[in-house]
């Protein structure tokens, strides 16, 4: 069965300090992969996505993520944390048709 | 601009009694998805449309329903709420197209259930 792990449900780094959320999945097929992000009490906003093409992908307010085959990973990365940053942050596949499966999240929290 | 839109943002209903709620698109995608997400938890996937195709998931109980009348518009029914459904509820739609690019999903702000 396709699965979706995030290792750490909490993370907490200092302002302006590198941020790494990981995301692993299992597939012997690359899937789509996307991270999504979750301010309290609303719903899921796209950060990036891979489909197929240069494995470095950037996405929006600074963040970026590398899709990794032989490592079956696509962690999310940021130089340079704010305090804006703080919210919980989803990875998730698509493999086949319409389905996405998505990992059980990182809440991400960021110290003055 | 194109969205998608829940409501309401918060409702409250009582243990046993009928809700629906709501989401509506502009995106004008031919999938929609319902989700529901506890406290801490990934969204988990009720049911989705692919058009007016209608595709539950094994485990999402009867008492969880869906119907989407038209394109734009699609709704969640909880027959007879449990104090275990109070959960936020997550609308999204994407596109797919056989053969050919598809995109990702679109998220509404969701819906907070609260079962008294």
């Known amino acids: 069965a396709q699965s979706v792990t995030q290792l750490g449900s909490h993370v907490s780094v200092s302002e302006g300090a590198l941020v790494l959320l990981r995301c692993n999945y299992s597939s012997s097929v690359p899937p789509y992969l996307f991270w999504y992000v979750q301010y309290p009490n609303q719903g899921l906003q796209l950060l990036l996505k891979?489909?197929?093409?240069?494995?470095l992908v950037k996405g929006i307010n600074g963040f970026e993520a590398e899709f990794k085959k032989s490592e079956t990973s696509f962690h999310l990365t940021k130089p340079s944390a704010h305090m804006s940053d703080a919210a919980e942050y989803f990875c998730a596949v698509k493999y086949n048709f319409n389905k996405f499966y998505f990992g059980s999240g990182t809440k991400l929290n960021v110290k003055p | 601009d194109a969205m998608v839109i829940q409501n309401p943002r918060y409702q409250v209903t009582q243990f046993g009694k009928p809700v629906t709620l709501s989401c509506s698109q502009t995106l004008n995608h031919n999938v929609m998805y319902w989700y529901q997400q506890k406290s801490s938890q990934a969204p988990k996937l009720l049911f989705h449309y692919y058009d007016k195709d209608f595709n539950n998931e094994a485990d999402t109980p009867d008492n969880f329903q869906s119907r989407r009348p038209n394109t734009s518009f699609c709704f969640l029914d909880i027959r007879s709420p449990g104090l275990g459904d109070a959960a936020m509820y997550l609308c999204?739609?994407?596109?797919?197209?056989?053969?050919?690019?598809?995109?990702?999903?679109?998220f509404g702000p969701g819906t907070r259930l609260t079962v008294t």
């Open positions: 891979y489909t197929t093409g240069a494995t």
């Open positions: 999204a739609t994407s596109e797919y197209r056989t053969g050919g690019a598809w995109h990702e999903q679109y």
